[in-house]
């Protein structure tokens, strides 16, 4: 961002640290965004995430700028309640503020998917006409295509057999990302699948300590690279036969795109935003959440079909240049943004002529 010529601030200490109850961290965090917005009298507040949002919303608050909310998951559908990290009484809190803020001083929501939407809606009350649709894009010319002679050379870095038989998962180690009942899925595919490789890539998380764990129980130390962080993800995909993702809920999937892009199979939890992204029958296989069993017959099936495999990667990368570049995305977001700074401009002048 600073390279291509845009000002950057980095709101720097606790401002963003603060829990449903820190009251400090909010009132820093709202002054310190408030000074910030009457220096540089944007058009425009767009924030992300819960702690962001609600700071922005009450900096913003009668300034001349427009403000809108991005909603990125299901924060508060009943599915969450099943992570054990997640607090109820936290997330009743939150979703009070949410909803109070969120009606009283935002002027329009982006939802990155329909699902997202329709769980927005339910609950925070927000009317249909002030949330818009748009989804997440990547940029296709970074990640680059699939090809032979890339998936050679990316096995070849990775120490993984050219025969090998490779699934692979993006994702954060949580709870909700479903990698037990991958596991679970690999554990019944190894004894019957000798060349069968697990790659996972993604930050530690809450969930981390237990699949270590569960990996050592099942013995699948010598099936399963767990990889942590990566700044290679495309090279990681290169390297796969199908892309595995058994999340419990998601939001859009930003993995996923990826996964279309280079032109991988897949094989997904049957969940109201991966139906919407993917194409069943046609690029991918959706099976229910936290069905190990089913989940490794999916797999199954894919790699016994090299030709349904082919055909179902063609589609894949057929559905990103369709619906999930990063121009198109771009386009539609600054198109919703002048939208929005138009209609919250209308607003100001009719409560001008008013008073």
Same mark, same amino acid.
């Given at each position: 961002?600073?390279?291509?010529?845009?000002d950057?601030?980095?709101?720097?200490?606790?401002?963003?640290?603060?829990?449903?109850?820190d009251?400090?961290?909010?009132?820093?965090?709202?002054?310190?965004?408030?000074?910030?917005?009457r220096?540089?009298?944007?058009?425009?507040v767009?924030?992300?995430?819960?702690a962001?949002?609600?700071?922005?919303?009450?900096?913003a608050?009668?300034?001349p700028?427009?403000?809108?909310?991005?909603?990125?998951?299901?924060?508060?559908?009943?599915?969450?309640?099943?992570?054990?990290?997640?607090?109820a009484?936290?997330?009743?809190?939150?979703?009070?503020?949410?909803?109070?803020?969120?009606?009283?001083?935002n002027?329009?929501?982006?939802?990155?998917s329909? /699902?997202?939407?329709?769980? *927005?809606? =339910?609950? #925070?009350?927000i009317?249909?006409? %002030?949330?818009?649709? &748009? !989804?997440? @894009?990547?940029?296709?010319?970074?990640?680059g295509?699939?090809s032979?002679?890339?998936?050679?050379?990316?096995?070849?870095?990775?120490?993984?057999?050219?025969?090998?038989?490779?699934v692979?998962?993006?994702?954060?180690?949580?709870?909700?990302?479903?990698? /037990?009942?991958?596991?679970? *899925?690999? =554990?019944? #595919?190894?004894?019957?699948?000798? %060349?069968?490789?697990? &790659? !996972?890539a @993604?930050?530690?998380?809450h969930?981390?300590?237990?699949?270590?764990?569960?990996?050592?129980?099942?013995?699948?130390?010598?099936?399963?690279?767990?990889?942590?962080y990566r700044?290679?993800v495309?090279?990681?995909?290169?390297?796969?036969?199908?892309?595995?993702f058994?999340?419990?809920?998601e939001?859009?999937?930003?993995?996923?795109?990826?996964?279309?892009?280079?032109?991988?199979?897949?094989v997904?939890?049957?969940?109201?935003?991966?139906?919407?992204?993917?194409?069943?029958?046609?690029?991918a296989?959706?099976?229910?959440?936290?069905?190990?069993?089913?989940?490794?017959?999916?797999?199954?099936?894919?790699?016994?079909?090299?030709?349904?495999?082919?055909?179902?990667?063609?589609?894949?990368?057929?559905?990103?240049?369709?619906?999930f570049?990063?121009?198109?995305?771009?386009?539609?977001?600054?198109?919703?943004y002048?939208?929005v700074?138009?209609?919250?401009?209308?607003?100001?002048?009719?409560?001008?002529?008013?008073?």
């Amino acid at each position: 961002m600073i390279a291509a010529g845009f000002d950057v601030h980095v709101m720097r200490g606790r401002q963003f640290a603060f829990r449903s109850r820190d009251i400090r961290g909010l009132i820093s965090a709202v002054r310190d965004l408030r000074a910030l917005i009457r220096r540089e009298q944007p058009d425009v507040v767009h924030t992300n995430l819960f702690a962001a949002d609600i700071a922005g919303r009450l900096a913003a608050a009668g300034t001349p700028a427009a403000t809108l909310t991005s909603l990125v998951g299901n924060t508060y559908a009943p599915e969450r309640l099943d992570d054990p990290n997640v607090s109820a009484g936290n997330l009743r809190a939150c979703r009070l503020v949410d909803k109070w803020t969120g009606r009283a001083v935002n002027d329009h929501f982006h939802a990155i998917s329909q /699902a997202v939407k329709e769980s *927005a809606q =339910a609950a #925070l009350k927000i009317p249909d006409d %002030h949330i818009t649709v &748009i !989804h997440r @894009g990547r940029d296709g010319e970074r990640l680059g295509r699939a090809s032979a002679e890339r998936r050679a050379v990316a096995r070849l870095a990775l120490g993984i057999a050219p025969d090998a038989e490779v699934v692979i998962n993006i994702a954060k180690q949580e709870h909700r990302k479903g990698l /037990a009942t991958l596991l679970d *899925a690999v =554990a019944l #595919l190894a004894p019957r699948r000798q %060349h069968l490789v697990m &790659i !996972h890539a @993604g930050l530690a998380g809450h969930a981390t300590n237990e699949l270590q764990q569960q990996i050592d129980n099942d013995g699948l130390r010598d099936r399963v690279h767990m990889l942590g962080y990566r700044s290679d993800v495309p090279e990681l995909l290169a390297a796969a036969d199908v892309f595995v993702f058994p999340s419990l809920y998601e939001g859009l999937g930003g993995s996923v795109i990826e996964a279309l892009a280079l032109s991988l199979p897949i094989v997904a939890s049957d969940t109201p935003a991966l139906q919407e992204m993917l194409e069943p029958g046609r690029n991918a296989l959706l099976v229910p959440s936290l069905r190990a069993a089913e989940l490794a017959e999916a797999i199954t099936q894919l790699l016994d079909e090299p030709a349904r495999r082919q055909a179902f990667a063609a589609r894949s990368r057929e559905i990103f240049a369709e619906r999930f570049t990063v121009e198109r995305s771009a386009a539609r977001m600054l198109d919703l943004y002048e939208r929005v700074v138009e209609d919250h401009r209308s607003k100001r002048r009719g409560r001008s002529t008013t008073s």
